[in-house]
């Protein structure tokens, strides 16, 4: 069987702290019951520069600047520690201010929906201008700046959304529809939002990893959005939009859901296509969501900290097909969490994380690596949710303990040695198992590991369509080198060689 | 008399932990009626 590969990843972060207030659901839903409260007072103060972000170390994992490995050689918590002379942009992506990402929504609007004013027109044409993978052609849709008066009247009196930069409008995002509530501003800015970070995230995968835009033949997107209007809500195709900002001109694609898991889903998915011969070249892409900005910020404000949760998350991974050197997708080896597996902690595990090991005759212990739900405890510690990767590593090591795979005491060195702390920001689907893709490719290619898991959980029962959650894993392995191009041989083949030995046969009595 | 017999029981159960519905079945071999019972995301 000819198993399909990960050829590479971008991952990508936007530092956007005014979205936070005025766009994350924590900070508008306490304005709607306590627009008085204490917490929106003291927002604005927690809130980090664009230099404390960059050089938090979880953010210069995220982008590849650092290794899992390096960070849990810094002692929690990391808010108040710094990696010097850290860089924007890292060996996986990048981290974008946020005039910039402002800048970026409007030339992806294709509706012209986003109107910015000439102050912050001027600052992002001049900044993008710049920008390595930012092209004149995609600058010039910046065009010329609009009137504040005009912005003012579309937010006053037509409903549109106020953009902030420095906690002053600078723009907005008009509505698409006088009555359709799934097209309007609030719906259109979130959507844009998605747009713009996944397009970031497919220009750095694009760029990092040297991979011709017309090459890639379907695009799978897999954040938590949905586009559409009144007639089908999530009818998409956030796909196929942000395949057509990145020059994929021979790309189509789809939307995949499924919370948290649909990165994971979405893996599976192209693998699956690439190894069935479909397309070649499949890339799954996510950007992030302005929804979970500040999400536990309330817990960071009483414990006075910086609100971590400043940054949206997007990636990007190309699946292709085997090349002899990426590593493989095992597809033979996927877990899944089915309607019938039920819910507690071993019948989850065992869904995940062994019933996929057995299938290969694997033990616990040989998978090197495990990149469950990577959040980053730096922020979900202080609001009380644990740390969830090491929840997860603890959860593996107590079914290997009892499949007599490991002895009680090894269990917290499992844990440090299969296990990594977690780096990603809590934008929901972000964290969830693809963060290491990029990592496992670089180890795997040093040799220093050989088989990953990638793990992602989904909490369908927000949707309120079901009780159940959802949850999907496949190992990704070392390549051995041998392509098997798994064809086998064609009936047309047999035919041929069969003709063939006869004409010998014939001859040879002619011969005679 | 068990712990929990004759007591209504809220539950809120984490998806990263012990879910609503693994907590609501431990329940069923005693006398608790379970009046309440979620699973939440804390991430």
């Known amino acids: ?512 | 008399m068990g712990r929990y017999d004759g007591k209504k029981v809220i539950i809120i159960g984490d998806r990263d932990g012990i879910p609503g519905p693994a907590i609501e079945e431990c329940l069923k071999s005693t006398e608790a009626e379970v009046v309440f019972s979620s699973t939440e995301c804390f991430v």
């Open chain 1, 1 to 512: 069987m000819a198993f399909s590969v990960v050829k590479g990843a971008g991952y990508v972060l936007v530092h956007t702290p005014d979205m936070i207030i005025h766009n994350g659901t924590t900070q508008t839903s306490e304005r709607i019951v306590n627009p008085e409260s204490e917490y929106l007072k003291k927002l604005p103060e927690h809130l980090r520069s664009f230099e404390e972000v960059v050089s938090y170390p979880p953010n210069q994992t995220y982008i590849g600047n650092i290794t899992p490995g390096d960070l849990s050689e810094y002692k929690m918590p990391w808010y108040d520690k710094k990696i010097d002379d850290a860089g924007r942009f890292g060996k996986f992506g990048e981290i974008m201010p946020q005039d910039e990402f402002i800048g970026l929504l409007k030339i992806v609007d294709v509706f012209d929906l986003v109107k910015l004013n000439n102050e912050i027109t001027k600052v992002a044409k001049e900044k993008l201008e710049n920008h390595p993978l930012i092209t004149d052609e995609m600058v010039a849709k910046l065009k010329e700046g609009d009137e504040m008066e005009d912005i003012n009247k579309a937010i006053n009196e037509l409903h549109a959304e106020p953009i902030y930069n420095n906690n002053k409008i600078v723009g907005c995002v008009k509505r698409a529809h006088e009555i359709d509530i799934n097209l309007n501003a609030h719906t259109i800015f979130e959507n844009l939002v998605v747009k713009a970070s996944g397009v970031l995230a497919m220009l750095n995968l694009i760029n990092k990893n040297d991979i011709n835009p017309e090459d890639i033949g379907y695009v799978i997107e897999c954040s938590e959005e949905a586009c559409g209007d009144m007639n089908q809500r999530g009818g998409g195709n956030f796909a196929k939009s942000i395949a057509e900002v990145a020059g994929c001109v021979n790309a189509t694609g789809s939307d995949t859901r499924g919370f948290c898991a649909a990165p994971t889903h979405a893996l599976i998915e192209a693998s699956a296509l690439v190894q069935a011969g479909v397309y070649e070249n499949v890339v799954i892409v996510a950007g992030g969501a302005t929804a979970k900005l500040g999400m536990n910020g309330k817990d960071h404000v009483k414990k006075e900290m910086p609100v971590l949760e400043d940054v949206l998350g997007g990636f990007a991974v190309l699946v292709s097909k085997n090349d002899g050197v990426n590593p493989v997708l095992r597809t033979d080896l996927v877990g899944r969490h089915t309607v019938g597996t039920g819910s507690s902690p071993q019948a989850v595990i065992t869904a995940l994380i062994t019933a996929p090991l057995d299938k290969g005759d694997l033990k616990i212990t040989d998978i090197d690596k495990y990149s469950v739900e990577m959040q980053n405890p730096d922020i979900t510690k202080p609001a009380g949710a644990g740390d969830v990767p090491t929840s997860n590593y603890k959860m593996i090591a107590a079914l290997g303990v009892k499949r007599k795979e490991l002895d009680r005491k090894e269990l917290p060195n499992f844990v440090k040695e299969h296990g990594m702390p977690g780096w990603a920001p809590t934008q929901g689907h972000i964290p969830s198992g693809i963060p290491y893709a990029g990592f496992a490719r670089e180890a795997m290619a040093k040799g220093e590991i050989s088989r990953a898991m990638i793990v992602g959980k989904g909490s369908l029962f927000l949707g309120r369509m079901t009780n159940l959650f959802d949850g999907v894993s496949i190992v990704l392995e070392k390549n051995s080198g041998k392509v098997d191009e798994g064809k086998g041989v064609s009936e047309a083949e047999v035919k041929g060689l069969v003709a063939e030995a006869m004409k010998e046969f014939a001859s040879h009595l002619l011969g005679n």
